[in-house]
Nanobody
Framework: QVQLAESGGGLVQPGGSLRLSCAASRSIPSIYSMGWYRQAPGKQRELVSMITNDGSTNYADAVKDRFTISRDNAKNTVYLQMDSLQPADTAVYYC??????????WGKGTLVTVSS
């Protein structure tokens, strides 16, 4: 069973930066996309950013120009560089991998808290 493990969350002041990482426990064949989602208290989980196997990326409007997603296919790892963090970015961040066969893998999440 493949497991995804997020790391890099924590407490940061407004305007600060964090870099999240998500690595798979073993190689996953035919990964189509890697993505980051987040869920704030009392809200539904939402897509933050996604990167496909050809390097195409998309971002939620709320994080455009502040967050950058990247991936290392050889390491089955996806990253999320988060800059200019705001209190509204406070949430549990989850990574998700999707294979070409539409199998979805999820991490357990890492908490990001933006507060002074």
């Amino acid at each position: 069973q493949v497991q995804l493990a997020e790391s890099g969350g924590g407490l940061v002041q407004p305007g600060g930066s964090l870099r999240l990482s998500c690595a798979a426990s073993r190689s996953i064949p035919s990964i189509y996309s890697m993505g980051w989602y987040r869920q704030a208290p009392g809200k539904q989980r939402e897509l933050v950013s996604m990167i496909t196997n050809d390097g195409s990326t998309n971002y939620a409007d709320a994080v455009k120009d502040r967050f950058t997603i990247s991936r290392d296919n050889a390491k089955n790892t996806v990253y999320l560089q988060m800059d200019s963090l705001q209190p509204a970015d406070t949430a549990v961040y989850y990574c998700s991998f999707q294979s070409f066969s539409a199998i979805n893998y999820w991490g357990k999440g890492t908490l990001v808290t933006v507060s002074s």
